[in-house]
């Protein structure tokens, strides 16, 4: 054998073995790296070992039922801790069953990643018809902020990296994150492998706003006669409480909290004008943005709702384009919510100029009007209940437990909710978002107790619980302090409607006096059937002390309810005459 060959093979023989690395350790190196401490998914090829590994390191791993749920929990898991949620899926199907929840991160501006398993490439891309054969990232790019795929082990790094970059920076949102299944298998130098990690610097840098754009919005809000501030789940993410808590009070202005920014300041604050909402809106001749945008939610700005007198609109945003997105912004504020209103507060200086008087003095004597006429309604003890009544049970619990998360999704139940239940801290009402979506609720009631260990009141429709109801295994199997009150109306909106065509049911209306508590009960949890506001109340607050997960099915008069709550307005009405 020649010289060389020898000389290399003791070498060989003399050096140690190269300690290697592959694309699964690298994966959850990186996550850690970047503090990811949780995970949510459906486990199967390619991903099975991905997640058990990661769960072995010390990740919290959580199996879910349905990939949509596992996408919302991380969703939501992003708008609560300003790091991206991340939820881990399957390909095809499974990635599919992950799109809805990444979308609504999108849409609702919530950071998360979905990380999909996918096929080979040059098996897809000459649509050979691999196993799950599907060209994931052309797929997701539409419905995200960004998206990326990974090819070779040293790039997981940098891919992990751009994916939480990219979902908290800026407006947050959702990403997808391609990892085709050959890559788990990867070996790589293990040096060369840490080497290749990236701890991301400072993913989401404060945006400070100009000085000119903070001197012209308070400019016109001094400007104001009938000034208000509308605060959105941009102003509840931002977790600059303090700072916007401060600004509202020093400004003596009205508040109206959009639904999931209730509680940055209590609903029960003497500026609150969430009780007297249609007066501020029509009325106002100033109005402050913060963290909310002119969408539907906000009738976009114009129209009925927003009366005939000209506004002015300020508006404080971290995303340039959604200035004059719908109509124009006088004094646009672009920047970071925290930056802007310290910079806000800094400039009005030790003393600023009360709304006038008498403006406050509507907007206050609405508000308590609006509040003693809705006051009976929520004492009567009715059996079987009607929304109000059950909803006043509530209501008092959350009172008494403001610590307490409330999801919350439905259509009477969603909307009659929103206003009977009062919300005294930031961040502790989280419901069906920007986009009205049902389906929200477990992996929200799970996402929300995991990640912050309180416990959680989800206050579900019935339909609305239908969506994810099977999570319900997820919430015992963890054994997670989740009390899951069903608003039991026999359907969707109400349970009375009747199919005069058929024997068939109508469309939206479900079995008679159906039992949901007993499905809690397969699982080892606590089923309750309330049938009045005292059973309810009862049976709450047993759970919530036992912090056992419970499900209760709430007994509503089936006649209850109307028509998509307080949106009927958008459905379609026909041109034909009925017969
Ligand atoms: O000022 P005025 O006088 O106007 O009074 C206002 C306030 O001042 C006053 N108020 C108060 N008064 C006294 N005290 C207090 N504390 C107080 N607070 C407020 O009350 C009024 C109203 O105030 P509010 O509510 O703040 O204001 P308003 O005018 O309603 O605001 C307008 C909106 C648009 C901002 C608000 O209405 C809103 O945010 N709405 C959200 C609507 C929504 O997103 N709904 C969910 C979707 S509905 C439909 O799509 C459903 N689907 C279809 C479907 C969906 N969504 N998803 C998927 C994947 N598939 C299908 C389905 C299947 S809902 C649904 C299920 C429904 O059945 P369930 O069984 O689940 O539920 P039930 O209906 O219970 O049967
Ligand atoms: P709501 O439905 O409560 O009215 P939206 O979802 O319509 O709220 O609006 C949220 C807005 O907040 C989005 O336009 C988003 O760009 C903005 N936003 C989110 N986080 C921040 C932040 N940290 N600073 C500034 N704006 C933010
Ligand atoms: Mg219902």
Not at 413 to 434: E, F, M, N, S
Request: charge should be neutral; hydrophobic fraction near 45%; proline fraction near 6%.
């Amino acid at each position: 054998m020649a010289e060389a060959a020898v000389q290399s093979r003791e070498a060989n023989a003399a050096a140690p073995e190269r300690e290697l690395t592959d694309g699964f350790h690298l994966v959850i190196d990186a996550l850690k790296l970047n503090g990811i401490e949780t995970v949510y998914g459906v486990p199967g090829i390619p991903i099975t070992d991905l997640g058990r590994m990661a769960q072995a390191a010390g990740i919290r791993v959580l199996s879910f039922r349905h990939e949509q749920n596992a996408g919302y929990a991380a969703a939501i898991a992003g708008f609560l801790t300003k790091k991206p949620g991340v939820c881990l899926t399957v390909s095809a199907p499974g990635f599919l069953n992950g799109l809805t929840a990444l979308a609504h991160a999108t849409t609702n501006c919530f950071p998360m990643i979905l990380i999909s398993g996918s096929s080979e490439r040059e098996i897809v891309d000459l649509q050979q018809g691999d196993y799950e054969e599907m060209d994931q990232l052309a797929i997701a790019k539409p419905l995200c902020k960004a998206a990326f795929r990974v090819l070779h082990a040293q790039d997981i790094g940098i891919g992990l990296a751009r994916a939480i970059r990219a979902a908290v920076s800026g407006r947050p949102g959702g990403v997808y994150l391609d990892l085709p299944a050959k890559l788990f298998g990867q070996a790589m130098d293990a040096e060369a492998g840490q080497k290749s990690l990236v701890k991301v610097i400072d993913p989401a840098p404060a945006q400070l706003p100009a000085p000119d754009a903070v001197k012209r919005a308070l400019d016109v809000l001094k400007s104001a006669k009938r000034p208000l501030i509308i605060l959105g789940k941009g102003a509840a993410y931002a977790q600059a409480d303090d700072a916007i808590r401060a600004f509202v009070e020093r400004s003596g202005v009205p508040f109206l909290p959009m639904s999931m920014a209730k509680g940055l300041l209590p609903d029960t604050h003497p500026q609150c004008a969430g009780a007297a909402r249609s007066t501020v809106l029509k009325d106002s001749d100033v109005v402050l943005l913060i963290g909310a945008r002119l969408n539907w939610l906000l009738s976009h700005g114009k129209g009925k709702a927003w009366g005939d007198a000209p506004k002015k609109f300020i508006q404080i945003d971290i995303e340039p384009k959604e200035m004059d997105s719908n109509v124009e912004i006088a004094a646009p504020v672009v920047g970071d919510i925290g930056s802007c209103v310290s910079a806000l507060l800094n400039a009005m200086g030790g003393s600023w100029p009360a709304p006038p008087a008498d403006w406050v003095k509507t907007v206050t004597s609405k508000r308590e009007e609006n509040i003693a006429k809705m006051a009976p309604r929520l004492m009567n003890n009715n059996s079987p209940m009607d929304y109000h009544g059950a909803l006043g049970v509530l209501r008092t619990i959350v009172k008494e437990r403001p610590d307490a998360i409330l999801v919350n999704e439905g259509a009477n139940t969603l909307d009659l909710a929103r206003g009977v239940i009062d919300i005294y801290q930031p961040r502790k009402r989280l419901d069906v978002g920007t986009w009205g979506v049902m389906g929200i609720g477990m992996g929200y009631a799970i996402g929300a107790a995991v990640e912050t260990g309180k416990p959680v009141l989800a206050v579900e429709g019935d339909s609305a619980f239908g969506f994810s109801g099977m999570e319900i295994e997820t919430v015992c199997r963890y054994k997670l302090p989740v009390c899951v009150v069903i608003f039991n109306n026999d359907g969707i909106y109400r349970g009375t409607d009747v199919n005069s065509a058929g024997s068939d049911p109508a469309t939206t209306v479900f079995i008679k006096g159906a039992r949901y508590d007993k499905m809690i009960e397969a699982f080892g949890g606590v089923g309750v059937n309330a049938t009045s506001p005292d059973e309810l109340k009862r049976a709450v607050n047993a759970a919530m002390d036992s912090g056992q997960p419970t499900l209760i099915n709430a007994v509503i008069d089936p006649a209850a309810g109307s028509e998509s709550g307080r949106i009927g307005n958008l459905n379609p009405k026909s041109a034909v005459r009925k017969k």
